[in-house]
């Protein structure tokens, strides 16, 4: 089995920045792609940012710089820096990770999510 465990949110003034970590554990083989997903209440689940193995990267427009991605590959973990909050950023933020796991193969794992909420 893989876990994935994020922690990092919170409530943040607009302006203000929040980082959040995700860290894979359990049987794993080798962590390919991780990222972030975001769910504001009555919308649908939406790309954030996702970082490669390999170091390349992908934002959603509407992060491009205010956020970084990043990892740490030797933790199989993944960063989120969030800098000048908006209160449009207020989300459920999910860590995704698609792992080569052992006896399971390559399949995609998500975390529970954590709680971002940006007051105006």
Do not use: H
């Not at 954030?48 to 992908?58: E, F, H, Y």
């Amino acid at each position: 089995q893989v876990q994935l465990v994020e922690s990092g949110g919170g409530l943040v003034q607009a302006g203000g920045s929040l980082r959040l970590s995700c860290a894979a554990s359990g049987s794993i083989l080798s962590v390919k792609a991780m990222g972030w997903y975001r769910q504001a209440p009555e919308k649908q689940r939406e790309l954030v940012a996702v970082t490669t193995n390999s170091g390349g990267t992908n934002y959603a427009d509407s992060v491009k710089g205010r956020f970084t991605i990043s990892r740490d590959n030797a933790k199989d973990t993944v960063y989120l820096q969030m800098n000048s909050l908006k209160p449009e950023d207020t989300a459920v933020y999910y860590c995704n990770a698609n792992v080569f796991a052992l006896y399971v193969g390559i399949k995609d794992y998500w975390g529970r999510g954590t709680q971002v909420t940006v007051s105006s």
